[in-house]
C-alpha cells in the first residue's frame, strides 16, 4: 500500500495537498474547515504590514467556455466548462496583531497539519528588512511550521513588492539573508512566472538559504471588454488593470516554469502551483519535480463546501492513493521528476530524416 504521507522542506505532510495563499486561506474560520476537509496543509492568505484597501468591485471573476460558443467568458451560459479564474485582489486586509492568535489557534487545533504563513513587506531600505524581520519572528513565534515570502504579486503599485523585484537577485538575497536571520524554520519563496530570468532568480534564492520555491504564482492578464457593451468584464468606473490569471488555463505554462527550476536543480526542493483541479494535474507537477502541490482556483470553485475545496481534497487523495496502489509505487517521491529527463533541447528531438533508434526507455525510476 502506498503512502500519501510525504516529507517536504523538512516537514511531515500528511498528503501532499495544500491551499495556495488565497481567499480559501483568509480567515481562522475557512482554515480550520479546510484541515477539517483533509487538506494537509495551508499558506495563509499574504499578511503584511501595510494597510490594504481593495477596489470598489468584484476582486476575482471565474470566466468559462463551452463547446458550442467557446469563447472565453465570466457571463453565465449553458454547459460551460472553467476556463481560468482572474482577480485583483490585493494581499490580507486583517492585521498581523489579529492573525496571530487565529494562527496559534489553527495550530494547536490541528498539530498534524502544516501551517505555512505568506508574509510580504517592500525592499526599499533597512526599514523594509525590519518588516520582513518581524512579520517572520511574529508568525513564527505563534507555531507556524514555515513562511512563503511573497515575492510574486502581480498587481503592485509599488516597485519594491511582490512581482516587480523578482528580478532583482540582489533584493532576492537581502530578504532572504534578513528573514534567516531570525527564523529557522524553512523558508519557501514565491515566484512570479513573469520573467525571463526566472531559473537565476530561484537560483538566487535557494543559494540564499531558500527551502523551496513556490511556483506559479498566478500570470499578469487583462480580463475581456464585451464587443456590445464596451464593458470590461471586471472594472471599476469604466478602469482597469493588469491582474493575475489562474486555474486551468495556467497549467502547461505553470509546469514549463516548474520543469525549468527542476531541470537546473534537481535537488532542490519545489513546491508545484497552477491549475490543479485533480489528481491528472497534481500527477503532472510532480513528474516535473514538484513535491508539493498548491491549489488555490479549483477550491474556490467548488460549489457548496465555502470554497475550501471540501470534495476537492476527498478526490485528490483517493484518486493519489488508488493510482500509488495501481502502480505499485510506495510514494510520490518514487515517481517525482520522472519526466526531467525527457525534456530536452529542440535541436535533440529526432528530425523526419533520421531512423527511429527505440526513443526514450520510460522507467519508474525517478528522483
Ligand atoms: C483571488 C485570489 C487571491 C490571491 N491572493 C494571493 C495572495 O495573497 N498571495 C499569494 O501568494 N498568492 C495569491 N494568489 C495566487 C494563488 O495562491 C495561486 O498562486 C494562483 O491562483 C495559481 O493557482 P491556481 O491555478 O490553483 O489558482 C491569489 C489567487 C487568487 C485567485
Given at each position: 500500500?502506498?503512502?500519501?504521507?510525504?516529507?517536504?522542506?523538512?516537514?511531515?505532510?500528511?498528503?501532499?495537498?495544500?491551499?495556495?495563499?488565497?481567499?480559501?486561506?483568509?480567515?481562522?474560520?475557512?482554515?480550520?474547515?479546510?484541515?477539517?476537509?483533509?487538506?494537509?496543509?495551508?499558506?495563509?492568505?499574504?499578511?503584511?504590514?501595510?494597510?490594504?484597501?481593495?477596489?470598489?468591485?468584484?476582486?476575482?471573476?471565474?470566466?468559462?467556455?463551452?463547446?458550442?460558443?467557446?469563447?472565453?467568458?465570466?457571463?453565465?451560459?449553458?454547459?460551460?466548462?472553467?476556463?481560468?479564474?482572474?482577480?485583483?485582489?490585493?494581499?490580507?486586509?486583517q492585521a498581523l496583531e489579529l492573525w496571530l492568535p487565529d494562527?496559534?489557534?489553527?495550530?494547536?487545533?490541528?498539530?498534524?497539519?502544516?501551517?505555512?504563513?505568506?508574509?510580504?513587506?517592500?525592499?526599499?531600505?533597512?526599514?523594509?528588512?525590519?518588516?520582513?524581520?518581524?512579520?517572520?519572528?511574529?508568525?513564527?513565534?505563534?507555531?507556524?511550521?514555515?513562511?512563503?515570502?511573497?515575492?510574486?504579486?502581480?498587481?503592485?503599485?509599488?516597485?519594491?513588492?511582490?512581482?516587480?523585484?523578482?528580478?532583482?537577485?540582489?533584493?532576492?538575497?537581502?530578504?532572504?539573508?534578513?528573514?534567516?536571520?531570525?527564523?529557522?524554520?524553512?523558508?519557501?519563496?514565491?515566484?512570479?512566472?513573469?520573467?525571463?530570468?526566472?531559473?537565476?532568480?530561484?537560483?538566487?534564492?535557494?543559494?540564499?538559504?531558500?527551502?523551496?520555491?513556490?511556483?506559479?504564482?498566478?500570470?499578469?492578464?487583462?480580463?475581456?471588454?464585451?464587443?456590445?457593451?464596451?464593458?470590461?468584464?471586471?472594472?471599476?468606473?469604466?478602469?482597469?488593470?493588469?491582474?493575475?490569471?489562474?486555474?486551468?488555463?495556467?497549467?502547461?505554462?505553470?509546469?514549463?516554469?516548474?520543469?525549468?527550476?527542476?531541470?537546473?536543480?534537481?535537488?532542490?526542493?519545489?513546491?508545484?502551483?497552477?491549475?490543479?483541479?485533480?489528481?491528472?494535474?497534481?500527477?503532472?507537477?510532480?513528474?516535473?519535480?514538484?513535491?508539493?502541490?498548491?491549489?488555490?482556483?479549483?477550491?474556490?470553485?467548488?460549489?457548496?463546501?465555502?470554497?475550501?475545496?471540501?470534495?476537492?481534497?476527498?478526490?485528490?487523495?483517493?484518486?493519489?492513493?488508488?493510482?500509488?496502489?495501481?502502480?505499485?509505487?510506495?510514494?510520490?517521491?518514487?515517481?517525482?521528476?520522472?519526466?526531467?529527463?525527457?525534456?530536452?533541447?529542440?535541436?535533440?528531438?529526432?528530425?523526419?530524416?533520421?531512423?527511429?533508434?527505440?526513443?526514450?526507455?520510460?522507467?519508474?525510476?525517478?528522483?
Amino acid at each position: 500500500m502506498g503512502t500519501l504521507s510525504t516529507t517536504f522542506t523538512g516537514l511531515e505532510f500528511v498528503n501532499p495537498f495544500v491551499l495556495a495563499s488565497a481567499p480559501p486561506t483568509e480567515s481562522k474560520r475557512k482554515i480550520l474547515k479546510a484541515f477539517e476537509a483533509g487538506w494537509g496543509g495551508v499558506v495563509t492568505k499574504t499578511i503584511g504590514l501595510h494597510p490594504v484597501e481593495n477596489v470598489a468591485g468584484p476582486k476575482t471573476i471565474f470566466q468559462r467556455s463551452s463547446e458550442e460558443k467557446p469563447y472565453v467568458s465570466r457571463t453565465k451560459r449553458p454547459d460551460t466548462v472553467s476556463h481560468s479564474s482572474w482577480n485583483w485582489e490585493l494581499i490580507s486586509d486583517q492585521a498581523l496583531e489579529l492573525w496571530l492568535p487565529d494562527l496559534e489557534e489553527i495550530k494547536t487545533t490541528y498539530p498534524d497539519r502544516m501551517l505555512i504563513a505568506s508574509i510580504m513587506a517592500g525592499a526599499g531600505g533597512e526599514e523594509e528588512m525590519n518588516n520582513w524581520k518581524k512579520l517572520a519572528t511574529a508568525c513564527v513565534n505563534v507555531g507556524c511550521d514555515a513562511l512563503e515570502l511573497n515575492l510574486s504579486c502581480p498587481h503592485m503599485d509599488r516597485k519594491d513588492m511582490g512581482a516587480h523585484i523578482a528580478n532583482d537577485e540582489d533584493i532576492i538575497r537581502s530578504i532572504l539573508k534578513a528573514v534567516t536571520s531570525v527564523v529557522s524554520v524553512p523558508i519557501w519563496v514565491k515566484l512570479t512566472p513573469a520573467t525571463s530570468t526566472l531559473v537565476d532568480a530561484a537560483g538566487a534564492a535557494y543559494e540564499a538559504g531558500a527551502s523551496s520555491i513556490s511556483l506559479c504564482n498566478t500570470f499578469p492578464s487583462l480580463p475581456l471588454m464585451d464587443p456590445e457593451t464596451l464593458k470590461f468584464e471586471v472594472e471599476v468606473d469604466g478602469l482597469v488593470t493588469s491582474g493575475g490569471l489562474g486555474g486551468l488555463a495556467i497549467l502547461p505554462q505553470a509546469l514549463q516554469r516548474v520543469s525549468d527550476i527542476h531541470r537546473a536543480y534537481p535537488d532542490k526542493a519545489i513546491s508545484g502551483i497552477g491549475g490543479i483541479r485533480g489528481f491528472r494535474e497534481a500527477f503532472n507537477f510532480i513528474v516535473h519535480g514538484a513535491g508539493n502541490l498548491q491549489v488555490c482556483t479549483a477550491a474556490m470553485e467548488e460549489k457548496g463546501s465555502g470554497g475550501v475545496g471540501v470534495k476537492l481534497i476527498q478526490e485528490l487523495t483517493q484518486d493519489l492513493s488508488a493510482y500509488l496502489d495501481r502502480k505499485g509505487y510506495g510514494s510520490i517521491e518514487e515517481f517525482r521528476g520522472l519526466a526531467r529527463e525527457r525534456i530536452v533541447e529542440h535541436s535533440q528531438v529526432r528530425r523526419k530524416s533520421e531512423t527511429y533508434n527505440g526513443g526514450f526507455e520510460v522507467s519508474a525510476e525517478a528522483s
